[in-house]
């Protein structure tokens, strides 16, 4: 699956960085690509991941999914 997420409160490069490795670290999940101007995140997987993992793993990292 591929899904576009948009998350809030990623202002540079080293949160890029946090978000894409917290995501990289749910399994199943194969590319992450951020865009930091838009905050959009479109996430890559090789089976379903649910909006509650995604945000899950957005929290963790110290960011938050827009609505
Ligand atoms: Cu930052």
């Known amino acids: 699956m591929i899904a ?5 409160g990623m ?7 946090a978000v ?3 995501l990289m670290a749910v399994p199943g999940v ?7 101007e838009t905050g959009d995140v479109v996430v ?6 649910n909006r509650e993992t ?6 963790e990292a110290g960011y938050e999914l827009a609505e």
Do not use: F
Not at 30 to 36: E, G, H, K
Not at 44 to 49: G, P, Q, S, V
Not at 54 to 59: E, F, M
């Open 20 to 22: 894409t490795s917290e």
């Open 11 to 17: 202002t540079c490069s080293h949160c890029v960085a």
């Open 30 to 36: 194969s590319n992450v690509d951020v865009n930091l």
């Open 4 to 8: 576009t997420y948009k998350v809030l």
């Open 54 to 59: 995604v945000n899950s793993a957005i929290d």
């Open 44 to 49: 890559t997987a090789t089976r379903d991941i």
